[in-house]
């Protein structure tokens, strides 16, 4: 059975007594909302359950098999399980769907989450066509879903913005919910100074391959050398400038900390580098994969941190604004040079 994703959410409870759900497509954002909604709701109706998370890649062929029938009867204290199988490539499919049909009354349930799926794909093709199975695909967001994603995050962090803001803001942002949701943070974390109005921060700023990149690889790298020394010096003479070189500073180390997160959590570095939109330029590629070996979460976060106060303090127009700035930049360079 195949069902659009608008259909799902609002009647979730009527679709979670599914022997098996398959959430597919490129909105990774959107597929994880559907098994968190799906988890949630089961909880709600009964308790006792465990949750499996089985990923592909550490999968070999029998695997799926043995796991759902050592799972396929309550345990020891009465509890049933549901499997989430994280698929990144199609090669168990024909095992999954084979394991699912032995499937009758046991209690037991399947969520399969995987990326997007041809229109002749085996698993595809099977859940379409087996009523007691269900498919919902998930696309990119529509400008109603991403406009209602915008409103509700305003409503619920009692952030202040107008409805143009709010239109605006979702002309700017890509169709993907995981990187709506990481640009939402983003403002969150700016708006939490006190009397900042949002609209007047530069938030729509996008990062450009230029010069001053050469700077910021520089800093974050720890290569300090004469050429650094002159940019730094021009820096320091113009307001203007170290407000824009805040702000790439910002999406730099947005960057480190969200690959490292990443890779934290069993990604590749590949896989970990191929979420960041933009991506990392070629020509730095060298350099930011040495710097996620050097900097830690926790220093990245103390660096953010400060540089969104740095921000905040240039746009409320404090007389202490540039000091605060350039003591962002030798904070990095302090930091840099203890964990080298």
């Known amino acids: 059975m195949n069902l659009k994703f608008s259909d799902f959410m609002p009647e979730i409870n009527k679709f979670i007594v599914k022997k098996a759900i398959v959430f597919y497509g490129p909105n990774i954002g959107k597929i994880d909302d559907c098994v968190r909604e799906t988890i949630l709701h089961k909880r709600q109706i009964n308790q006792k ?81 087996t009523n007691e199975l269900l498919i919902v695909p998930c696309y990119e967001e529509s400008s109603f879903e991403k406009k209602k994603l915008i409103s509700d995050f305003f409503k619920k962090k009692k952030i202040a913005v107008s409805e143009t803001f709010k239109t605006i803001l979702s002309d700017h942002l890509s169709n993907h919910r995981v990187e709506i949701r990481e640009k939402l943070d983003k403002i969150e974390l ?56 805040a702000s790439i500073l910002l999406e730099h180390f947005y960057k480190l900390l969200k690959v490292k997160v990443l890779l934290k959590e069993g990604l590749t570095l590949s896989q970990a580098q191929s979420s960041l939109k933009p991506p990392i330029f070629f020509k730095h590629k060298y350099d930011f994969e040495k ?50």
């Open 190 to 245: 700016l708006a939490s100074g006190k009397n900042v109005k949002i609209e007047q921060l530069n938030i729509f700023y996008d990062s450009a391959y230029s010069d001053e990149l050469e700077f910021i690889n520089s800093l974050v790298s720890g290569r300090i050398d004469s050429r650094f020394n002159k940019q730094l010096d021009q820096l320091c003479q113009f307001n203007n400038e170290q407000i824009r070189c």
């Open 49 to 129: 359950f465990d949750i499996i998370h089985k990923y592909s890649d550490e999968l070999k062929l029998g695997d799926v098999k043995k796991i759902i029938n050592q799972n396929s009867s309550l345990d020891l204290f009465g509890n049933t399980a549901l499997i989430v199988f994280h698929l990144s490539n199609e090669k168990l499919s024909k095992e999954i769907i084979e394991s699912i049909n032995e499937i009758k009354d046991k209690d037991i349930k399947i969520i399969v989450r995987t990326g997007p799926l041809r229109v002749n794909s085996l698993l595809r093709k099977h859940f379409e066509k």
């Open 291 to 340: 710097q996620l070996a050097i900097w830690e979460i926790k220093n990245l976060e103390s660096i953010i941190k400060r540089l969104a106060l740095s921000k905040i303090k240039f746009f409320r127009g404090e007389v202490n604004a540039s000091s605060f700035f350039l003591g962002c930049i030798l904070k990095i360079v302090k930091i840099k040079t203890i964990i080298s």
